[in-house]
């Protein structure tokens, strides 16, 4: 445990730098001075080139891809603080990988998202922040303290605004019965109805459309999920609100995985625009106009500052 009022420093490693200097903007500070490469043969290797003894320290790194190597970035960057003489580390994951592998879905099934949990409590983090996880019960996967931050305030405020003078006409939608909840909230922030786009997925990354359960005719339409990886669920969705009816379609998400087709994808459908958070870093080729990102660094910030403030985190939950 450390003691109140020693140094705070924030690292980063190369899965998010951008994100990592957005927050140390926000707290009027700089970055911790580290270096994160690769030998020749591939092996990765961690330089910490400032003291960090009893600092209060956040190492700022989202597994996304390469997910293997930005899990180990962050796994060996532990370490060396930890070997360093850290105070307290605290692993700052704004998407976290593998979180799709939280049960077992068929016989003989890793849950792969304990295993990874497991790995960053044995390489020495304290605690996590993270940002919504795609199953909750994740945060259960971890006995250190994790800080599960929500997106759904900053992405929901946006279309606050954007349907004030229409809210009669716009509806939130669930593209899945899974979403139902985070729909429903969204829903409430808005004070607009919900609907339920109902399907059946015959196989990984391919989803069919069955039905839409409540009104989106001549409605402005939001389909709201945690992460967008292939699209192939917002899409179809999309896609078959318009066939029923729907006048406007927007979509929204926290982590903008996009793999594969994905861009393609939304660039040829009927979404009109899709809002993401920066959780994830969005690549040249993935930055088109149908794309709009929010920053979530400032909550990122905050709570950052309340963790070393030892004070309540949980009214950025809200």
Known sequence: MIAHGNNIKIFTAN????????????????????????FSDGEIFVNINETVRGSDVFVVQSTCSPVNDNFMELLIMID??????AGRITA????????????KAKRRDPISAKLCADLITAAGADRVLTMDLHAPQIQGFFNIPLDHLLGQPLLSNYYKDLFKDDKENTVVVSPDLGSVTRAR?????????????????????????????????????ILVDDMIDTAGTIVNGAKALVERGAKKVCACCTHAVLSGPAIERIQNSPIEELLVLDTVPLTAEKQIDKIKVLSAAGLFAEAIERIYEDVSVSTLFN
């Not at 957005?22 to 490469?37: P, R």
């Not at 060396?80 to 003489?85: N, T």
């Not at 704004?94 to 049960?103: K, S, T």
């Not at 969204?186 to 989803?207: C, H, L, W």
């Open 92 to 103: 700052v994951i704004p998407y976290f990988g593998y979180a799709r592998q939280d049960r």
């Open 80 to 85: 060396a603080l930890k070997r360093a003489s």
């Open 15 to 38: 899965s998010n730098p951008a994100f990592a200097d957005k927050i140390v903007q926000k707290l009027g500070m700089k970055l911790g001075d580290s270096e994160v490469g690769k």
């Open 185 to 221: 909230k969204f829903a409430d922030n808005i004070d607009v109805p919900i609907a339920i786009v109902d399907k059946r997925r015959p196989k990984a990354n391919v989803s069919e459309v069955m039905n839409i359960i409540g009104d989106i005719k001549d409605k402005n339409v």
